[in-house]
């Protein structure tokens, strides 16, 4: 049996944050119970065809904590069979949403990561982003997860926000890692076509900030959260020595994953597949017996080692040469000699002990490193 990572969409949220331009929606019961019933039928036709072991199993959104514990139970029954002994099972959660029942029901089903959504530390900025929760709703809620055993913990934290000063952000990692999380995500604001804060953007009413404070709040936080034992391991990502997030690392390693829901990708057995983004074509789909893929496409050689080069070099350990070269049956050293070249003089990448890996110049730059290996 074949053992791949399981993503799965819980695509609603309470309200829509002024920055998201994720898969997610405001909707009623109706609509929440017959996309998990959709739901928990094309789990049950990937099961039963293909027979998978979940090396992990990520739960994410949208907001899966804010729909009822049961549903999450619910698939968690249904998969649980399937998922390999000692994996991780994470699930996405957002402060407020939860308490020490629901989360104590999670943690009996089986899911033993979370990661939680705080982004901010500060309430103004908080409000501003549209977040439906305040500071003392997150410390709570750690509290109530610590107290029903999770062990394993993440905060989303984001930098670069419209009126986010270097302290206001270097206050929000000080005081989110010192509450001892296991894992921190820091990601930079992008700001989304089609989200209000887009559209501010081109009112000229929302000002982002300048690129040199957006590389200073990232290299600063490198070093606040290395203090604090949380170790960078991808350019986002950053924790305890042991705990990195092992469903994202299946994707980092360009390794085989089955997403299920609205809007979810997989990539098996050389093929990448797209599922309906929108709810009712999903359910439709599902509804009629069939698999509700949307897009399929044939990943071919060249693209896969490109992404396999992209992908391993976000991570710190960088590219492995010779597990490329075994794996592609080519000599990475000679493919790529031109663009290698040219980004060893420009500092961006750096070569020792048969691993390719950004520098610290080539992290800010990133893009420009991929496109050369384009
Ligand atoms: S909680 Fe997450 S998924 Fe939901 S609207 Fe906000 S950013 Fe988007």
Known sequence: MKEIGLYIHIPFCKQKCNYCDFNSYVCNDDKVQSYMDALLKEIKMYIQEYGFIFKTVFIGGGTPTFIHYKHIEDIMMEIKPYIAEAAEVSMECNPGTVNEESLGAYRKMGINRLSIGLQAWQQPLQK?????HDTEQFIQNLEQARKVGFTNINADLMFALPNQSLEMWLETVQKVASLGVEHISCYSLKIEEGTPFYKLYQQNKLQPIEDELDREMYHKAIELLKKHGLEQYEISNFAVPGLECKHNLIYWEN??????????????AGVRYGNHRMLERYIEHVDKGNYPIDEKNVIGHEEDMWETIILSLRLNKGLDVLDFNNKYGVCFESKYSLPMEKLLKGGLVEISDNHVRLTSLGSD???????EFL
């Open 128 to 132: 501003q982003l549209g977040r439906i």
């Open 255 to 268: 390794k085989e994953y089955l997403g299920v829901g609205a809007g979810s990708h997989s990539k098996i």
């Open 365 to 371: 730059l990133s893009n420009s490193v991929f496109i």
